[in-house]
């Protein structure tokens, strides 16, 4: 079975920062591309970040470009954000995903199979 598992979420300034990390188990996380996305309260699923399976390719939306850095430790089976000046637009629920199709990146959510649970970034002004 698989589970990805979020962690690192919290409550920051403004213009501080914050790392999230997604553990995977139950798959070749190798195997997998991998995303963040991230969900304000009375919005959809917005992408943040994607990033190839062996983490060459990385590409970002462009709100948190420069201020975002997504990597991934494939010995470990963790994936990461690094999340630089956040200010109040970041604030959400942010969720990895782990995607099987044969792309290097994907900024669509449709096309990953597994999610995390979600962990809730706070950011106060």
């Known amino acids: 079975q698989v589970h990805l598992v979020e962690s690192g979420g919290g409550l920051v300034q403004a213009g501080g920062s914050l790392r999230l990390s997604c553990a995977a188990s139950?798959?070749?996380?190798?195997?997998?591309?991998m995303g963040w996305f991230r969900q304000a309260p009375g919005k959809g699923r917005e992408f943040v970040a994607t990033i190839s399976r062996s983490g060459e390719s990385k590409y970002y939306a462009d709100s948190v470009k420069g201020r975002f850095t997504i990597s991934r430790d494939n010995a470990k089976n963790t994936l990461y954000l690094q999340m630089n000046s956040l200010n109040t637009d970041d604030m959400a629920v942010y969720y990895c995903?782990?995607?099987?199709?044969?792309?290097?990146?994907?900024?669509?959510?449709?096309?990953?199979?597994?999610w995390g649970q979600g962990t809730q970034v706070t950011v106060s002004s």
């Open positions: 995903a782990a995607g099987a199709r044969p792309l290097s990146t994907t900024t669509s959510a449709g096309r990953y199979d597994y």
């Open positions: 139950g798959l070749t996380f190798s195997a997998y591309i």
